[in-house]
């Protein structure tokens, strides 16, 4: 059995080599090469990382309190080599997040089929990857161009330190849009309540809104015989995404593929990502790891893409975001009247209605086809749900039908 400074020294030495080689991989950029190069690394390094994980831990001891006339050269060398290993886990990690990270924005753009059959990821081999064959998919989530700059082998202080100057103010500014906190609100209050049914003395959670009126509405609920007790207070997160390894990753393959523009594409990439998927989609999704479901407050990063446009005003695109997670949320019962409108165009179809932007304005934005998003605004105006969600419905008339016949049928569709 290896000691632990021999698994930090092989972690280390396998780290380096996937470094090396990924950089030859990316210079075709044949996709199903680089995903089943990318899906075995994975499997390796979680591996490393399990063992490393047990050993280590999560914390380790720091020197900083010590003054120097106390410190012992052997403790000295203990703290060191502890802080190697922690060291080792970390940039694993990093590393980890990196793979996982690409796997997903790959899965997310591109299909893949081995003849006519199609496959998934987990289903490349090294037998069938001559005859694999990858094929982008219509609508783009993240963005492809930046998996070559991910930090395969963890280090990104390391590799960050190969670019110019410009990358590094770059990658400066960034993380440091990306570790802004949005503007922290109460929004809710979630309640504990004890109460009598059938002379049984039950517990319930109820969630509430901030300026309710408790005792009122728990009598309403369960009359007159509840005790409750405030159990917290429900309130936006701080950070948009809650992960030191997404963030690094991001900062640096956005700031090293374009060091001027790097921040306002990524920007619009994470704004694409939210109109373009639904709530229950991005819980399965990693191009992002740990970024927040849905956006309740405003991060300056949404501004970004809209800076030029006139009449820009700060939180134009948080703005957006708030209300497409509202009406996201409001139409969960009623989805099933859109059954035939994938995610993708509903999302262009509301960001049509929340904002002052046409058709063409908004398949720009997206990235999606005009003509299927004009057919999912009139699917949506058949079914009635542009009258019940949006106060002015002004922007949708130009899609209702023109005939009399065809009024008078929608009038009954509609009841």
């Given amino acids: 059995m290896t000691t632990t ?45 399990e063992e490393l994980s047990r050993r280590v831990g999560e914390s380790t001891p720091a020197v900083r309190g010590m003054d120097k006339r106390d410190r012992d050269p052997h403790i000295q060398w203990i703290y060191k080599k502890k802080r190697n290993r922690v060291l080792a886990l970390e940039r694993l990690r990093a590393a980890i997040t990196a793979h996982k990270m690409a796997l997903s924005t790959i899965d997310a753009n591109y299909t893949f089929f081995y003849g006519r ?19 982008p998919k219509p609508v783009m ?9 991910l930090a395969y082998s963890g280090d990104v202080l390391r ?49 509430l809104p901030a300026d309710a009126d408790i005792e009122g509405e728990l009598r309403k609920r369960f009359g007159r015989r509840f005790r ?14 809650n992960n030191h390894y997404t963030v690094d990753n991001l900062a640096l393959a956005y700031a090293a593929l374009d060091p001027e523009g790097g921040a306002e594409k990524l920007g619009l ?19 992002y790891p740990d970024i927040r479901l849905c956006i309740d407050c405003h991060y300056s990063i949404f501004d970004l893409p809209f ?12 703005m957006l975001l708030i209300r497409k997670c509202e009406i996201e949320r409001s139409i969960v019962g009623r989805r099933k009247e859109l059954s035939n409108v994938p995610n993708y165009l509903l999302g262009g179809v509301l ?42 419905t002004s922007k949708f008339e130009k899609f209702l039908p023109k005939s009399d016949r065809a009024k008078q049928f929608l009038a009954l569709l509609q009841g």
């Fill in 351 to 392: 960001l049509y209605g929340v904002s002052d932007y046409n058709e063409s304005n908004v398949a720009r934005i997206l990235g999606i086809p005009e003509e299927e998003l004009k057919g999912a605004i009139e699917k949506f105006v058949i079914s009635g749900l542009h009258t019940t969600l949006f106060a002015d």
């Fill in 228 to 241: 409750w007790r405030v159990l917290s207070f429900v309130k936006t997160k701080g950070v948009l995404i």
């Fill in 307 to 318: 800076r030029g446009e006139p009449g820009f005003k700060t939180g134009h695109g948080s």
């Fill in 141 to 149: 989530i993240g963005r492809v161009e930046a998996i070559p700059y």
């Fill in 159 to 207: 590799l960050l330190g190969r670019h110019s100057i410009a990358v590094r103010e770059a990658f400066k500014f960034i993380k440091s849009k990306l570790r802004e906190k949005g503007i922290v609100r109460m929004r809710g209050l979630r309640i504990e309540v004890e109460y009598w049914e059938n002379n049984r003395l039950k517990k319930a959670r109820v969630d």
């Fill in 269 to 287: 990439d994470l704004f694409r990502y939210y109109f373009l998927t639904s709530e229950n989609e991005r819980e399965g999704l990693g191009v």
């Fill in 117 to 135: 059959k199609p496959v998934s990821l987990k289903e490349l081999t090294q037998d069938n990857l001559p005859s694999v064959k990858a094929f």
């Fill in 5 to 49: 400074e021999e698994l930090v020294a092989q972690v280390n030495k396998i780290l380096d080599d996937i470094g090396i080689d990924m950089d030859g991989l990316f210079e075709t950029f044949d996709v199903p090469s680089i995903s089943y190069r990318l899906k075995e690394n994975l499997s390796l390094l979680r591996e490393l990382e």
